[in-house]
Structures are given as C-alpha cells and as structure tokens.
C-alpha cells in the first residue's frame, strides 16, 4: 500500500534559526495537505497544494510540492517558540483517503 | 461554528470490554473519519463515513467498526479490547473529498 515517510524525526533548534521538513509518498499524489499539532492538541490545517511543482508562502513558512508530485517540503524562516510542535503530511491518493506522514517534531529553544 | 466534537474525552477500560466513542462533525460537513494515533505509529486511518456510507477503511482488525447516522453524526466501536488499543482517537469532517480534515480534540482511551 501507498506510504508517506517524513524526515526527520525530531529537530531541535535555537529561536531564529530556518527548519524544514521533508515528505515522500511511495506513490503519486492527487494533492498533499500539511497540518500542525501542538503538544496536548489535535492536528490543525495549514496549507494544501494540488499542483505540480507549486510553491505556497505563508509569513514565514514556504511549502514546496514536486514536479513528481511524489514529495514535499515545508521549509519556516526563523523559527520562534509558538512554531514548536508536530508537522505531519497527509497525502491524498487517488482512492481519496488520505495517508499521514510520521511527522515531524520540532522544538525550539529560546 | 461549532468544531468537531468528540465525546468522552478520557476513557479507562479494562481488557476484553469493548468501547463506543462519539463524534459530532462541522455542521454541513458530511465526511467523517477516524484515526488512531499513538507514539510509535503516527495517525493511522481507521474509516471514512460519508452520506452514512463507509468509503475506505483503513488495515486494522474487525474488531474496529463504525457507522454514521442521518445527521452525519458518527460513532466509532471497538470490542474485546486489547492492551495495545490503547491511544488517542481523532475524529475528523470535511466538506468533501478534496477539503482538508477538521479534527476533534480526540478521545484518549486507555486499555488496562
């Protein structure tokens, strides 16, 4: 079956410092959606790409998705506290569910 | 408008009893999924209901069940428990299929 692996794991930071994670489907995506969890929380949406090769900016976050639309990245500029917390993919296959990365946890020191 | 809502929010269950958990989507959502979610093994799909039709189903054992109702309200059964169910239990709605996924706070159950 499709599988959505994340890199890396875990990342640690200092406060100011860029981040980024990346996400690979063993199949190609329909569209790929990138949520948050902070601790104790449940997954929030942040962004959906849909298109071959697009790039998608929100304040200091960019989300990348494939020419392949097999992989995606999202890369945050300078980290602060209120970043810290899991950044999962989800990948949309053409069955229509969605299959969740391992995530990502980032922590930020001060 | 009101978020997912997922009731109980903590669950204590002894092995071998079984489990119904409830979830209530955004109004006028008509999808509804289920995941697991535990340390070890990230979000794990169970199922998607949508027009109280199962669409998908996730890999996991038929033990695992749901069902929604007219009102697009959904509710997630698991019998004979066992120690390794234990974990989180995130609902989720979405307006259609290519919308993205409003999750519940979850119910965390734990399996003794």
């Known amino acids: 079956g499709q599988q959505v692996m994340q890199i890396p794991q875990y990342q640690h930071v200092q406060e100011g410092e860029d981040f980024t994670t990346y996400c690979n489907s063993s199949t190609t995506l329909s569209n790929i959606q990138w949520y948050k969890q902070r601790p104790g929380g449940h997954p929030v949406f942040l962004i959906q790409?849909?298109?071959?090769?697009e790039v998608k900016k929100q304040k200091r976050l960019t989300f990348q998705f494939g020419e392949a639309k097999k992989n995606s990245s999202l890369h945050i500029t300078a980290t602060q506290t209120t970043d810290v917390g899991t950044y999962f993919c989800?990948?949309?296959?053409?069955?229509?569910?969605?299959?969740f990365g391992p995530g990502t946890r980032l922590s930020v020191l001060p | 408008k009101a978020g997912v809502t997922q009731t109980p929010r903590y669950l204590i269950k002894t092995r071998g009893q079984q489990v119904t958990l409830s979830c209530s989507p955004i109004s006028g959502h008509r999808s509804v999924s289920w995941y697991q979610q535990t340390p070890g093994q990230g979000l794990q799909f169970l199922f998607e209901?949508?027009?109280?039709?199962?669409?998908n189903k996730g890999n996991f054992p038929g033990r695992f069940s749901g069902r929604q109702f007219s009102n697009s309200r959904s509710e997630m059964n698991v019998s004979t428990l066992e120690l390794g169910d234990s974990a989180l239990y995130l609902c989720?709605?979405?307006?259609?299929?290519?919308?993205?996924?409003?999750f519940g706070n979850g119910t965390r159950l734990t399996v003794t």
């Open positions: 989800a990948g949309l296959n053409y069955g229509q569910n969605f299959v």
């Open positions: 989720a709605s979405r307006v259609d299929q290519n919308s993205p996924l409003h």
């Open positions: 790409l849909v298109k071959s090769g």
């Open positions: 209901y949508f027009s109280e039709t199962q669409r």
